[in-house]
């Protein structure tokens, strides 16, 4: 089970920081990302980060202002969101990740965290 949490409303510029809890369930050896789907439109990849913390990848909608980082001792992934925009209004999912050349994210996510820059 995921848990997402750090959702908001925020003014554009703003910041926000998101983790994702992963109660009951070791996430130390899985790659994670986070995807988010804006109401009537499909997920979009946002960011992933491998399982020992070496390597990102980024949307480029996100680069620059998304950084996606991860503490193993506390197995909890976070996405730093930084200088938002009201394009970047979406529901925001934690996942586990398939990580190789690219990246997609598995149906293990959590139930989602708002984030409205308004």
């Known amino acids: 089970q995921l848990v997402e949490s750090g959702g908001g409303l925020v003014q554009p510029g703003g910041s926000l920081r998101l983790s994702c809890l992963a109660p009951?369930?070791?996430?130390?050896?899985?790659?994670m990302g986070w995807v988010r789907q804006a109401p009537g439109k499909g997920f979009e990849r946002v960011a992933a980060i491998s399982a020992s913390g070496d390597k990102t990848a980024y949307a480029d909608s996100v680069k620059g202002r998304f950084t996606i980082s991860r503490d193993n001792a506390k197995n909890t992934p976070f996405l730093q969101m930084n200088r938002l925009k009201t394009e970047d209004t979406c529901m925001y999912y934690c996942?586990?990740?398939?990580?190789?050349?690219?990246?997609?994210?598995?149906?293990?996510r959590g139930q989602g965290t708002q984030v409205t820059v308004s």
């Open positions: 009951g369930t070791d996430i130390r050896l899985s790659a």
């Open positions: 996942a586990r990740v398939i990580y190789g050349p690219t990246w997609s994210a598995t149906a293990d």
